[in-house]
């Protein structure tokens, strides 16, 4: 090409760009349009979904829209019936048999440090605040990897050693051989996370107390008629005192459980609140990417999003729980409004632009983006992990340790029931996290370690496929979850001789391996080991010194009413960062619809049930692309706290100076497994300095106390234990 030929076609290519902005205008033009239809449609099928006659199917002919759509925007209108929508399905695995098994492995030696090589980083898009639908709900499953994870209900020992019908082992995904495992050790294409150059909006927002009538407005409470308390006469009341109101947080009533005994379900109760017909209020379905939000239905912590029925681009208002950010616990609107403000004050101190947004969830990860480095090596970013990689953490890596110990392990009398509770024990775990993506190791690669270099990888943030056998004469509570079929999902078995293949974080492994009551055996089939990080940590610092002021305040100001609202607001804290962390893990949804017998149904659905009008199904919708999803991490640190729970290291410096966990307590003693804490038939010799992650005595229940055999059996004794230390005073 000559000059004369270049200069030609960089005139024609100006011609060409003139042209395609001309288009591009013209587009968008056309989507505004659309999108104006769009919306103008789906407030008329929340509008119908008024009438009590409304029917889905007929609705989402006459507009066009699928049955799953119509269901997105009402869910109230969803055929489903209510047993099909409760009725959860069993675990779904494809595991693959591991090519080789290492030998099996012996105390580990000292840990050494030794960074793994770290992924490239890509750019992502804007995070928006976004409401999932209704319907939309987390997935057991990735494409093509596995079961969900979800966090364990309580699981009986009995039903570990003897298994009720219908649970039995579950397997679990491994990470296939050749090309298809490659992208278990790769990123997402142009999906990373980014530090955001916006400021999130501050919302006006009041707080309404429906059993009382009372609302709290800036400085001010107004007494308010909230007639029927629906949501359209809540609204009109809240906005008649307070105009331009964004978002109202319920403290208490609970106006959506109002009739609750004429439905089938809480939730189903719950739908039909949200969508009461009103001739002032419509469902508010966002626009662009927040386009079909509506409402959440949820038992306890729904979301309603409302817009005036006469003003189709007008202002959306959020109706609220106050419980998504802790739990008021009879404390009055004023408090409750103060908590909101001690808290946005705390947080301000560390970030300068913190914002309360809708959740504490969307508050954590916000937060969080705003500590992304800004030099150094991830300046740009952190890689959002693939697809394949995402599903199986998801499929492995489970959450907080939930398990009811019945007898004979422990006595059909229990001489007493003592509750000790991890202090903000979450913050503790946040100090490493791994970063980039992984390396993969196979069972010859680790067979192939020294014994030093296996201590070290298991010790650094890795992921690990075993085979467990429990040791002949092991007499305490199992130490690694096993997957089972069913609701359970997980178990932890402790009956000498039990073998079970499962998934587990390094350091729960490392703990099977070195406790000090007698090692178990353990074969490693494959693993993940990924770079040791810190990108949790600031974020974790920030919060940690935020709740400190908290709760320092709430021992020492002056004012009853302060101290109890800086309480508060130290439980909100806990909240921005229990439920940020969880955000992170972003599950794959599950969507589920129906369609009219006789017609084709949707690709790639799994049949639920029929009648003699409807097919309803299920289908997995996969990951949305978002560019804060990070289930390495919330893996990583779910698995730390879960091995806390079992031991635990007091250091001062670097010197350990004690110890606490269920293995140091007497074998047959351990009762109960909640998350964070754990309870016991007698008190425990360990110091509790006010630290995250330090066990405190939160209640003591003198015995003798019969054993309870469910979950709602031992809460009531634990209410009973709370009480009676209050009463007694502690001295730990």
Not at 145 to 165: D, K
Not at 695 to 721: A, C, D, F, I, M
Request: aromatic share 6%; charged share 20%; with cysteine.
């Amino acid at each position: 090409m000559d000059r004369k030929t270049y200069t030609a076609e960089l005139a024609g290519l100006r011609e060409l760009r003139t042209e395609i902005t001309a288009a591009a205008k013209t587009v968008a033009a056309a989507q505004k349009e659309l999108d104006k239809l769009t919306g103008q449609r789906a407030r008329r099928v929340a509008g119908l979904a008024g009438y009590e006659g409304a029917q889905a199917p007929a609705i989402a002919k006459a507009s066009g829209l699928t049955l799953a759509d119509v269901v997105r925007i009402a869910p109230l209108l969803d055929p489903t019936p209510a047993s099909v929508r409760a009725a959860k399905t069993d675990d779904k695995a494809a595991a693959e048999p591991a090519v080789a098994v290492a030998p099996a492995l012996t105390r580990p030696a000292a840990v050494l440090e030794q960074p793994a090589p770290a992924a490239p980083v890509t750019e992502a898009p804007r995070e928006v605040e976004h409401q999932a639908a209704a319907v939309e709900q987390p997935a057991p499953a990735a494409p093509a990897v596995a079961a969900p994870v979800a966090t364990a209900p309580i699981v009986p020992v009995a039903a570990v050693e003897r298994p009720a019908a219908g649970v039995g082992p579950r397997e679990l995904p491994t990470i296939p051989e050749g090309p298809a495992g490659a992208r278990f050790e790769a990123a997402t294409t142009g999906l990373v996370s980014k530090r955001p150059p916006y400021t999130q909006q501050a919302r006006s927002t009041v707080f309404l107390d429906v059993a009382a009538g009372m609302l709290a407005v800036r400085d001010q409470v107004v007494r308010v008629d909230l007639g029927a308390r629906t949501p359209g006469e809540i609204l009109d009341a809240v906005l008649a005192s307070a105009p331009g109101t964004e978002r109202v947080y319920i403290t208490a009533g609970a106006p959506w459980h109002d009739g609750a005994e004429r439905y089938s379900t809480l939730k189903d109760a719950v739908a039909a609140w949200l969508n009461t017909p009103s001739e002032r209020w419509t469902t508010a379905v966002g626009s662009g990417r927040d386009r079909l939000a509506g409402h959440f239905v949820h038992q306890r912590q729904p979301v309603g999003r409302y817009a005036p029925a006469a003003a189709s681009d007008g202002p959306v208002t959020e109706i609220r729980s106050m419980g998504e950010w802790f739990d008021p616990d009879g404390a009055d609107v004023v408090t409750c409004r103060d908590a909101f403000r001690l808290l946005w004050q705390a947080l301000r101190r560390h970030w300068d632009d913190a914002v309360l947004m809708g959740s504490p969830s969307q508050t954590g990860r916000d937060l969080w983006s705003r500590t992304i480095p800004t030099t150094g090596k991830w300046a740009g970013g952190y890689p959002v992990l693939s697809e394949e990689l995402r599903g199986l953490l998801h499929a492995t890596g489970g959450q907080g340790r939930t398990e009811l110990i019945l007898p004979p392990r422990v006595p059909e009398q229990l001489p007493a029931l003592v509750e000790y509770d991890r202090t903000f024990a979450y913050a503790k775990h946040l100090w490493k996290s791994p970063i980039g993506t992984p390396r993969r190791i196979t069972a010859g690669g680790f067979a192939a370690m020294t014994e030093a270099e296996q201590t070290k990888a298991l010790m650094s943030c890795s992921h690990w496929n075993v085979r467990v056998t429990v040791p002949a004469g092991w007499n305490h509570v199992g130490l690694l979850p096993a997957p089972v079929t069913g609701d359970r999902a997980w178990v932890y078995p402790s009956e000498p001789g039990a073998t079970f293949t499962t998934w587990a974080g390094g350091a729960e492994v490392h703990l099977a391996l070195s406790n000090h009551l007698m090692p178990w055996k353990v074969e490693v089939l494959g693993g993940l080991l990924f770079e040791d990080g810190k990108p949790l940590d600031e974020w974790g610092k920030r919060l940690k010194a935020a709740w400190t002021n908290l709760t320092n305040l709430s021992k020492l100001h002056a004012d009853e009413r302060q101290r109890t609202a800086a309480y508060l607001a130290s439980r909100a804290v806990r909240s921005v960062l229990l439920f940020g962390l969880g955000g992170f893990a972003q599950r794959p949804r599950l969507v589920s619809g129906t369609t009219p017998v006789g017609e084709a149904l949707p690709a790639g659905v799994e049949i639920l049930g029929q009648d003699g009008e409807l097919v309803t199904w299920q289908r997995q919708a996969g990951f949305s692309r978002d560019p804060n999803a990070h289930p390495e991490w919330a893996a990583y640190v779910w698995s730390g706290a879960r091995a806390a729970l079992l031991d635990m290291k007091y250091r001062q410096g670097k010197e350990v100076i004690g110890y606490a966990g269920a293995l140091h307590a007497k074998p047959g003693t351990v009762v109960y497994f909640g998350t964070d804490g754990i309870a016991l038939t007698e008190r425990q010799m360990w110091p509790y300095r006010g630290e995250p992650g330090d066990y405190l005595l939160k209640g003591h229940l003198t015995g003798p106390v019969p054993h309870p055999v469910s979950q709602e059996e031992y809460l009531k004794l634990r209410g009973l234990g709370r009480a009676e230390l209050a009463a007694k005073g502690t001295d730990q």
